[in-house]
């Protein structure tokens, strides 16, 4: 597994691959190496197969925040932003800090146009995380859109 992460750090997605379903190969209930695979399955723009490791991992533990973020990162590439949406929602119901949901979901507001709602979850990860620069920017893009 840790070949794997090397590997895909690397860019070497195909053996990135190989590692880790190796792992899942001896594992088969290792949902971190579901997870990781159904990651360098979305990467790799292997959709269908990132979305069934991760569906998986939901059923052997959907209190696995990180899978939320992963496949929202997902649906959102497959152009289904109700269920990146929905997914972000569910990991900020497990952990009311996630600073990485906030700030995907306040990306994806902003891609489609609900600028309020980015604002106030850019606002948020700042009051977790005040020296957060990704949600600093994000409050400076949305501060320089002109006003309707």
Request: glycine letters at 2%; a positive charge; charged letters at 30%.
């Amino acid at each position: 597994m840790n070949r794997s992460a090397a590997f895909f750090r690397k860019k070497q997605y195909e053996k990135a691959l190989v590692d880790i379903s190796k792992t899942i190969e001896l594992q088969p209930t290792n949902i971190e190496a579901l997870n990781n695979r159904g990651v360098i399955y979305s990467t790799t723009r292997k959709l269908d197969l990132a979305f069934a490791d991760f569906n998986r991992v939901i059923e052997l533990d959907p209190k696995f925040k990180k899978v939320y973020i992963d496949r929202a990162i997902t649906f959102s590439r497959a152009k289904k932003n109700a269920d990146a949406h929905a997914d972000l929602n569910r990991a900020i119901a497990l952990d009311s800090k996630y600073t990485t949901a906030y700030l995907l979901r306040s990306a994806l507001y902003f891609d489609m146009k609900f600028y309020t709602s980015s604002k106030t979850d850019a606002e948020k990860v700042l009051e977790l995380d005040p020296k957060n620069d990704f949600a600093k920017g994000m409050l400076n893009r949305i501060a320089s859109l002109p006003k309707p």
